[in-house]
């Protein structure tokens, strides 16, 4: 008996890979988390059955929602992630000369599930600079400030994360992030989630001076073109030479990919441009 796991990534589109074994499952106050391991992507962690990783391409979206912005501000010492309580995101950022990194992750249950089946995920959890607060993270934004740089590491857009893409956090990120802070966030498919993305687009350049979407190209993800939306106070993202950053040791991020990676496919230039 063959066992799957499918998405629906749309209203008629489904992505489905096939289960070796389910590793673990459990309704969490918030939703429903499940591991699986698979014969291809390696382990998957769902929430609400919707794929939030595979060990198979996660690095693409970690290092991309990471580097981008820690390059363009250049001298980060202070990261907020608000999400990305499976660890890769803090992982990324602990590999610059950061001072500290403040995680905040709504459901401590997706740290504790990280920590058991994606240990290359979480070690950043043990670093000594990086603090983990499973509060929410609209609130934390309010009260906690003198950040140089903000990632929103969000699930999709519904249930506990609905918050997080809305003008009014933008405004309390904004506040949050020093003069020459910088933010970014996942912003979705422009395939499957186009008026979803030229909304975020929409929202943060009316907070912040810069605004810029970048793409990366990530398997597992609706449409598989992925976004992030970054707002900068003074830092214009275009300008920052590529060619001068350095070198980490990444599989999909580089000065090259950090180049291009604002250049957008006319489709999603005429999409934001409206």
Request: hydrophobic share 35%; proline share 6%; charged share 25%.
């Amino acid at each position: 008996m063959e066992l799957w796991f499918s998405e629906y990534q749309s209203k008629n589109v489904r992505f489905s890979v096939r289960i070796k074994d389910m590793l673990y499952s459990k309704k969490t106050p918030y939703q429903f988390l499940c591991v699986f391991d698979t014969e291809d992507m390696g382990r998957i962690m769902t929430l609400d059955d919707v794929v939030q990783l595979t060990t198979k391409d996660e690095f693409v979206y970690h290092e991309m929602i990471s580097h981008v912005p820690l390059f363009t501000h250049r001298s980060p010492e202070r990261v907020l992630v608000i999400g990305g309580g499976d660890g890769g995101t803090v992982r990324e950022i602990l590999k610059h000369p950061v001072k500290e990194v403040h995680l905040v992750e709504i459901d401590e249950q997706v740290i504790e599930a990280s920590k058991k089946f994606f240990p290359s995920l979480s070690s950043g959890f043990s670093d000594p600079r990086t603090s983990v607060f499973c509060e929410d993270g609209i609130e934390f934004v309010k009260k906690n400030k003198g950040y140089d740089v903000i990632i929103i590491d969000s699930t999709d857009p519904l249930g506990p994360a609905v918050g997080l893409f809305s003008r009014e956090f933008y405004r309390d990120v904004f506040y949050a992030l020093n003069d020459d802070g910088i933010m970014v966030a996942q912003t979705e498919s422009p395939f499957f989630y186009g008026e979803f993305l030229k909304r975020v687009y929409s929202d943060i350049s009316s907070v912040f001076k810069f605004t810029n979407v970048y793409t990366a190209v990530i398997p597992t993800y609706p449409g598989a073109l992925w976004t992030f939306t970054m707002g900068s106070k003074s830092i214009d993202p275009i300008s920052v030479n590529s060619m001068k950053l350095p070198e980490f040791d990444t599989k999909y991020y580089s000065p090259d990919i950090h180049k291009n990676c604002f250049v957008l496919p006319p489709f999603v230039q005429k999409m934001i441009s409206k």
